[in-house]
């Protein structure tokens, strides 16, 4: 069995070490840093397979390292953090996160999401399909998405959503099963107002115009579904 190395951003070392004692119980390899720059020079010497990530930095934010780890390769981000302001969970998903868990917390509870990233990101990298609807397609491989031979920019949270979305195409999803999608957790930190705001974000980089909802359909009452791009 691979054994998965976690990278550990933390500076309060009571918690970290918990994490990391935690972690190799569970069978981690489990490398810990406290700094920005600690976490710039583990990175460019050694791959991981899951990075946690503080937010408050002696010498800078959890968000800058997040930005340095996506921009080398698609490696699982989740947030440890003691605030839980809505703005500031959007923002971290945004960039990249897959997941954001408030401090204090169980050490279950962080396994168990740890847990839930990485079966996501496994089951991700067994496929080899490309999913299409009209002239969208949806590279898993790559995690990108096309609009005919055009790039589409996504954030992560876009991304996950689209795919969510593609994967149950036909099918119509409430908001809770768009939540379980994009994030695997309850979504409870999440107003409905949020995620409407990021449907609006998908459609219109999806549709060929601003007034159109003919690929992701709103069914009034029940949720929305991913039709055939026939309105």
């Not at 991700?124 to 609807?133: G, Q």
Request: aromatic share 8%; net charge negative.
């Amino acid at each position: 069995m691979e054994v998965i190395h976690v990278l550990v951003v933390e500076d309060d070392m009571t918690i970290a070490s918990g994490i990391v004692y935690s972690l190799e119980q569970e069978q981690f390899k489990v490398t810990q840093v406290s700094t920005v720059k600690g976490a710039k020079a583990v990175l460019a010497e050694q791959s991981f397979g899951l990075c946690l990530l503080d937010i408050s930095l002696p010498d800078g934010s959890g968000y800058e390292v997040c930005r340095v780890i996506k921009a080398g390769r698609d490696v699982p981000v989740i947030f440890l953090t003691a605030c839980d302001d809505e703005v500031n969970i959007v923002m971290g998903l945004d960039m990249g996160a897959d997941d954001y868990i408030t401090k204090p917390f169980r050490i279950k509870e962080l396994i168990s999401r740890i847990n839930s990233v990485l079966r996501r990101y496994h089951q991700s990298t067994l496929r080899t399909s490309v999913y299409r609807i009209q002239d969208i397609s949806v590279n898993v491989n790559e995690a990108k998405a096309y609009k005919g031979s055009q790039e589409i920019f996504l954030t992560a949270l876009e991304y996950r959503m689209l795919l969510t979305f593609i994967k149950n195409q036909g099918q119509i999803l409430t908001r809770a099963q768009l939540l379980e999608g994009i994030w695997d957790v309850t979504g409870d930190f999440v107003n409905d107002n949020t995620l409407t705001v990021y449907i609006k974000r998908l459609r219109e980089k999806l549709e060929d115009s601003k007034d159109s909802a003919s690929i992701i359909q709103t069914i009034r009452g029940l949720g929305y579904r991913m039709g055939d791009g026939h309105a």
